[in-house]
């Protein structure tokens, strides 16, 4: 039996940009995407504690060390610059693998997005 568990998480991280004429996606500072194991294309689901607004998307690599987090697309109509997200992927586990696995969970700097 497989399931799916936490594999990706970015706590609290503050929206930077918000870009409704791009097509959609995530862009996520690279350092941030590296410190969580995020990789380009990769399904992420985001929650915006400042609204409650819940939806998935895909990541789009950032410039390195900028700290940007950028909502794309559609999804842009959903956040606003300077709120507060939780980004998270998961991945499909064995049922005995899932409960060994620790998740990569990153707490940058609410500020900056930067890694503490």
Do not use: W
């Amino acid at each position: 039996m497989q399931i799916e568990v936490l594999k990706s998480k970015l706590h609290c991280v503050t929206v930077t940009e918000a870009n409704l004429n791009y097509m959609g996606s995530i862009t996520i500072d690279e350092d941030l995407m590296d410190a969580a194991g995020l990789i380009a294309g990769e399904r992420v689901y985001v929650v915006n504690n400042n609204n409650g607004e819940r939806f998935d998307t895909y990541v789009i690599r950032g410039e390195r060390g900028s700290g940007c987090i950028c909502l794309n697309g559609a999804a842009a109509r959903k956040v606003q610059v300077g709120d507060t997200v939780i980004i998270m992927s998961y991945a499909l586990m064995d049922f005995e693998e899932a409960k060994n696995f620790t998740p990569q969970v990153v707490f940058p700097d609410k500020n900056s997005n930067k890694i503490l």
